[in-house]
């Protein structure tokens, strides 16, 4: 499988989900371990519709059962496949190596300058990671920037900053120092205007669109505003008389075909063609990312499984069983209807035999 041409008219990332082996441990406390020729498939699957990959990442169930060791080894395998066919890569660097609580700003540097080391010598564009340990020890606006500034200086290329909000990891409240959002907008763009050079984009989780326009308004010409919005996607990539963003988003890990087919519209200049064909996938997204929005990996898996990407449906740390029958049902339902199984009947067969495999038949 070869890498398609990339979108002309944006920069379109899917991050990626991972499969772990099937007879490994899943429990909550288990060490990773992954189905390695599964979870690297699905990385060429983005590749071939012409997708970028954002590797590592909160879709790969980092901080929520992807550990270190196997966030690392999983950056070094997608980067030498990445190689072989030309796809686009970039790389989550964050701070999870560390324990929960406790952490320093010295330890939270140390960690963040261990990942970057890594993803930079393996040729991915890193994604500075918003970190939970980052959030506990700061103690304002100055933190931020000062640590932050630090790492940007010694990065050897421009980085993506990560601005993921609480309502995916709620150890990430008042991140960039305040609760207060306009202060912490304020935060951010002033951190990229001090390092312009360093800085290749914002890529902005906070499911508010107004915000996530404000805030690219303000980002100097040179940034990119990568929307990380998976309620209102559609708007914000088509953009508006002032600008549009770029995407990295966890929706379009399911989404890849009929996401890399509208934008290729974008790249005609039909923005209401692209809009017809991606504004229907908005209801299937905000039912995978309704609250708790964190839990939306499950559907994401669930879909990639009935697809016929993966043999089985199983998550690192057993959190398949994050979400209800019902939920996991709809969420077939809603994908069905936008055409997005290559094998419908497998589809159905495999969502029936997970119904009834708990006893129901309905949901």
Not at 44 to 57: N, P, T
Not at 95 to 117: C, F, I, K, M, N
Not at 266 to 286: E, I, M, Q, S
Request: charged share 20%.
């Amino acid at each position: 499988m070869t890498a398609a041409a990339r979108p002309r008219s944006r920069t379109v990332l899917a991050a990626a989900h991972v499969v772990p082996a099937p007879a490994a441990g899943t429990g909550p406390h288990c060490p990773a371990v992954l189905d390695w020729d599964a979870t690297l498939a699905f990385r060429h699957h983005l590749w071939s519709h012409g997708l970028g990959v954002a590797e590592a990442m909160d879709t790969a169930q980092r901080g929520m059962g992807l550990d270190w060791p196997a966030a690392a080894e999983l950056i070094r395998r997608s980067a030498a496949e990445a190689r072989t066919v030309g796809g686009l890569l970039v790389c989550g660097a964050g701070t999870d190596q560390l324990p929960p609580h406790g952490a320093s700003l010295a330890d939270v540097r140390a960690a963040y300058e261990e990942q970057l080391e890594l993803v930079e010598q393996c040729g991915g564009r890193p994604v500075l990671m918003a970190s939970r340990q980052l959030a506990a020890a700061a103690t304002g606006p100055d933190d931020y920037l000062e640590l932050y500034g630090h790492l940007l200086r010694q990065a050897t290329g421009p980085v993506i900053l990560h601005w993921l909000g609480p309502m995916f990891d709620p150890a990430l409240e008042g991140y960039w120092g305040s609760t207060d959002l306009d202060a912490a907008t304020a935060t951010l763009v002033r951190l990229v205007a001090d390092h312009a050079h360093k800085v290749d984009g914002v890529k902005v989780s906070l499911l508010d669109a107004g915000r996530e326009i404000g805030l690219r308004r303000r980002l100097p010409a040179s940034a990119r505003c990568y929307t990380g919005d998976d309620f209102h996607y559609p708007e914000l990539i088509a953009g508006d008389d002032h600008g549009f963003s770029d995407a990295l988003l966890g929706v379009f890990d399911p989404l890849a075909p009929l996401a890399a087919a509208a934008v290729r519209l974008l790249d005609d200049g039909d923005r209401d063609g692209f809009r017809a064909a991606l504004d229907p996938t908005v209801a299937l997204a905000r039912h995978l990312f309704q609250a708790p929005t964190r839990y939306y990996k499950t559907g994401v898996v669930l879909l990639a499984w009935l697809a016929g990407h993966q043999a089985h449906f199983r998550m690192v740390g057993g959190l398949q069983s994050a979400r209800s029958l019902p939920h996991l049902r709809r969420a077939h339902q809603l994908a069905d209807a936008l055409g997005l199984f290559p094998d419908r009947e497998l589809a159905a067969a495999r969502m029936a035999g997970l119904l009834a495999e708990y006893g129901t038949e309905d949901g």
